[in-house]
């Protein structure tokens, strides 16, 4: 049985309780971020504490977790749980307050929660076979820039694919591909590798910084602008990016094969250099 951390203990995953008035279960009034452990190392540690304090700053929380603290719970539930490949799943919530619309005036102690899942980052199938999505409407909020737990939608779209033999979703806003359930987007058309500019409309992934940062070591141009389904379903290659996930090749979009029906080069070269990184910077 896993051990599982909440508010400054670790406890036996059956024995974490949270209050039926925390405002992230009646609200979804919280924030949260996923980390890949690799090797029992975090990646990409600094940057996901840093954007759960964004996140927590554009929600208005009243106080912020020490990176320093959240640092500690991670490599203990690391130890814990003797994970060598997999996430860690961190979440904060406002805290827990009698029901209200009106968000408490007052600082409240927020419920800090974090567990560790065992998953295949680097030898993945997704990863050497591709996968297929198919694109639906974007019903969301407009603001998928702060990383809340208001998933409901992300995740009727994913079901909604599987349940039709798809893997994943990716989202159309008027035409243009925002992201996936859980996921950025890229394609690539003559040597040009794009991915959608950031916005309140998508979360600007980590995964996709990082990338962002190997296409340039690669010599590789990539423009940052909307894209549409159309653009996709013609796309030389496609993939998409996200902490689990790392780079993903998409092989199939709605009745389209992408290229060869098989993961790209450009795609291939891209995922190689983001994990020979992901290993030299894993803490
Ligand atoms: N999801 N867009 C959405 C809507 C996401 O939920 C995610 C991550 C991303 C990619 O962000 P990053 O590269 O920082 O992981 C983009 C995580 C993995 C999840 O919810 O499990």
Redesign the pocket.
Known sequence: MRQVYINGEFKKEDEAKVSIFDRGLLFSDSV???T?VINSKLI?FK??VE?LDRSMNELKFKTLIDHDEILAFHRKLIELNNLKEG?I?TQVTRGVVDRSFDMPKQAIKPTVLAFTQEKKILESDTAKNGIKVMTLEDMRWKR?DI?TTQ?LY?SMAKSEATAKGFDDAWMLRQGYVT??????VWIIRSKNIMTRQSDNL?????????VLECAKKLDYEVITKNFTKVDAESADEAFM?????LITPVVKINSSQIGDGKPGNFTKSLRAEYIKRALEIAI
Not at 179 to 184: A, H, K, T
Not at 241 to 245: L, M, N
Request: proline residues 0%; hydrophobic residues 30%.
């Open positions: 949260y971020e996923v890949s990409d940057y996901h954007r996430m799943y998928n990383k998933l992300a992201e996936g359930s859980s996921n950025n998508i979360l600007s992934g980590i995964t996709r910084a990082v990016t996200s902490a689990t996930g």
